[in-house]
């Protein structure tokens, strides 16, 4: 079995809010990984006292324990645990009803003997590389699909030289029509508070000797691909496994550094944290 895993904060002066994990039962047979891209709030209140890091940091590995350690829990099951533990740790301080929440992207894959498992919540994607070299990438696209109306004005604000009053007046107004859509009927879902999201998350199975490799994304990892069109899912995940996840990243990094305005690549952040799992159970 080969595991290696790599992770990097978009800005060294804050803190890197993703989380990845990987844990082997002690059986020996299977194990399973966790990862996590934590949402950064727009400045401001957002009803909570603890940061996006320690949200995740606490569904991550409530995650990661309950997928890991109670094998009779589906992945679903299993986050929406998560989600309730996570929840109930600080209730009492924080108002959880509040739209910017502390939430995050997950992305859990689950192998034993005989099959390999799978949940993706949101925009961080899971690589499935079978044993004849092809890639089969597990996304969670409703954050793609996004009503007209609001992907207009994304393009709105992404016309508008960056640093500008007009683009940050632009983007506070994109951001509240986005917020309108988290975790709402015809929008897309975040793991924050709710249990009942784990329902929405992309699901799925595959036997074990149809997978050769996993590669789980954080979505500022796999805009190598999607943002940068550097190479595709396949030529990503031959990368990972010739030359380690943290050849990914530095990759993103000096595409980051080619384009600082993001004139050429237009995205939400000019830098963004990167996460990379990779697995070959």
Request: charged share 25%; aromatic share 4%; proline share 7%.
């Amino acid at each position: 079995m080969r595991i290696e895993l790599a992770t990097g904060p978009g800005d060294p002066q804050r803190p890197n809010e993703d989380y990845a994990s990987v844990a082997l039962p002690a059986t020996g047979q299977g194990g399973v990984l966790v990862l996590l891209d934590g949402v950064t709030p727009p400045d401001g209140d957002y009803g909570c006292v603890h940061s996006v890091p320690w949200f995740t940091a606490r569904l991550g590995g409530a995650m990661l324990e309950l997928s890991g350690s109670h094998r009779d829990m589906t992945l679903t099951e299993a986050l929406a645990a998560a989600i309730s533990r996570t929840a109930d740790a600080h209730r009492a301080s924080c108002d959880l009803s509040h739209t910017r929440t502390p939430q995050a992207t997950v992305v859990a894959a689950r192998w034993s003997e005989r099959t390999v498992e799978h949940l993706v919540l949101s925009d961080s994607v899971l690589l499935l590389e079978h044993p004849d070299g092809s890639v089969h990438p597990v996304l969670d696209a409703r954050l793609d699909t996004l009503p007209p109306a609001v992907r207009a004005r994304r393009d709105a604000v992404r016309a508008l030289p960056r640093g500008s009053a007009e683009r940050a007046a632009a983007g506070r107004e994109y951001g509240r029509a986005v917020e309108t859509l988290r975790n709402a009927e015809g929008g897309f879902f975040t793991a924050a508070a709710d249990p009942s999201v784990a329902a929405r998350a992309v699901t799925g199975s595959t036997p074990r000797s149809e997978v050769r490799s996993l590669t789980a994304l954080t979505d500022g990892a796999g805009r190598w691909v999607e943002v940068f069109r550097e190479g595709s899912w396949t030529e990503c995940t031959a990368l990972v496994a010739g030359q380690g996840p943290q050849a990914l990243i530095d990759r993103v990094r000096t595409a980051e550094a080619a384009d600082p305005e993001g004139l050429a690549h237009p995205r939400g952040k000019a830098r963004d944290d990167a996460s990379v799992i990779f697995v070959m159970p």
